[in-house]
């Protein structure tokens, strides 16, 4: 039985179940990953739901004060709840976190349109957003943080995640009014492009 995608089905002679066979109920996306047939990818799991991002391995590239710009490299981490997706871990899935997720397969779900802000490009996102890797999580540490930890069937919720390596330019707001003695701030914004989603910075220490 892979991820609740297949059901029993008794075959009976006299009112007396002899025999059964696996039925299938749903889409496989991978081994102990599937999806039901009515998943429909181009609708949330829920109203706004919450999209918890981590921002690793951030480098200034370059600093343009004339054109007032900062050139930056960062991956991004994007994981939120996914209530229709249905996981089925094994011992070896969870040493190693979760289950890949291969890209094509992660075409078949919901996934949030994030932007930066403010950049000074208008390409299209696979111009300067790599996908490194998309997972289902077997940790429930998502779970607890979004409040969907309080029973069984909340707890059962998978997360998913996906992997960006993100190379970007963004405008900035530079004032040299106290040059030579400034110190500037650019702002470096992330978030839903149609605003169907939240997004809440998230480390160990907290959500913000």
């Not at 004060?65 to 249905?86: C, E, G, H, Y």
Request: aromatic share 12%.
């Amino acid at each position: 039985m892979e991820a609740g995608c297949k059901k029993e089905e008794w075959e009976y002679e006299n009112g007396t179940a002899i025999r059964y066979h696996w039925n299938s109920t749903g889409k496989l996306l991978e081994t102990g990953v599937c999806i039901q047939n009515d998943y429909d990818s181009n609708f949330a799991p829920e109203n706004e739901p919450t999209v918890y991002i981590t921002i690793e391995y951030q480098r200034v590239r370059d600093v343009d004060p004339k054109a007032q710009t900062l050139s930056i490299d960062f991956t991004l981490v994007m994981r939120w709840i996914d209530s229709r997706v249905n996981a089925r871990f094994s011992l070896q899935n969870r040493k190693r976190g979760g289950i890949l997720i291969r890209k094509k397969a992660m075409e078949e779900l919901w996934i949030p349109d994030f932007q930066v802000w403010n950049r000074t490009s208008l390409k299209i996102e696979k111009e300067w957003a790599n996908l490194i890797s998309s997972k289902v999580l077997s940790s429930k540490e998502i779970n607890h943080v979004d409040g969907k930890s309080n029973n069984q069937y909340e707890l059962s919720m998978p997360t998913m995640e996906m992997k960006y390596e993100i190379k970007t330019k963004v405008y900035c707001n530079f004032s040299y009014a106290n040059y030579p003695m400034d110190n500037q701030t650019c702002d470096v914004g992330l978030g839903s492009a149609s605003f169907e989603s939240t997004f809440a910075l998230y480390d160990k220490q907290g959500v913000y």
